[in-house]
């Protein structure tokens, strides 16, 4: 189980956690769908291209992951890890917890974890590596962010 903790009210920095303690401090673009994070001494960026959006995870340069919306008016995203297709999707209309689905399987979630104040739980597989947990981390914060400003 990972713990994110936004340290400003717009995820510009936000820690995450795991059973043992600090992971990496994400720190995203206020102007743009963007982060940066170091994880096992090795530097991560997310960029958007594209349109409808694709997020990209690089490596020291290198992609690792990728994540695309399925449609302008959905809440599916396609999320490629060493050729291997996952989707994260909405929980529920009511909902803004997101499933992790993996052949119409749900293998993990990323969820608020109250209406008071920005902190989320991600409980994702194991054999996910912990750099492209982050990322799909991140990619659920981006879906919140957009669902807030949308109003």
Do not use: C
Request: aromatic share 12%; net charge positive.
């Amino acid at each position: 189980m990972l713990r994110v903790t936004p340290s400003a009210w717009t995820y510009t920095r936000a820690t995450v956690e795991d059973e043992s303690g600090f992971l990496t401090r994400l720190k995203t673009s206020s102007w743009k769908e963007s982060a940066t994070f170091e994880l096992g001494g090795r530097s991560h960026t997310i960029r958007r291209t594209g349109w409808p959006a694709i997020f990209t995870l690089r490596q020291d340069h290198v992609e690792i992951a990728s994540a695309r919306k399925l449609g302008w008016f959905t809440s599916r995203i396609e999320l490629m890890v060493n050729g291997v297709s996952y989707e994260l999707k909405l929980r529920s209309l009511f909902s803004s917890a997101y499933e992790l689905l993996q052949r119409g399987e749900t293998v993990g979630s990323v969820r608020g974890t109250s209406w008071w104040n920005r902190r989320a739980e991600a409980d994702l597989p194991d054999d996910l590596p912990p750099e492209v947990q982050v990322f799909t981390i991140w990619v659920v914060l981006a879906m919140w962010r957009r669902a807030e400003s949308s109003g």
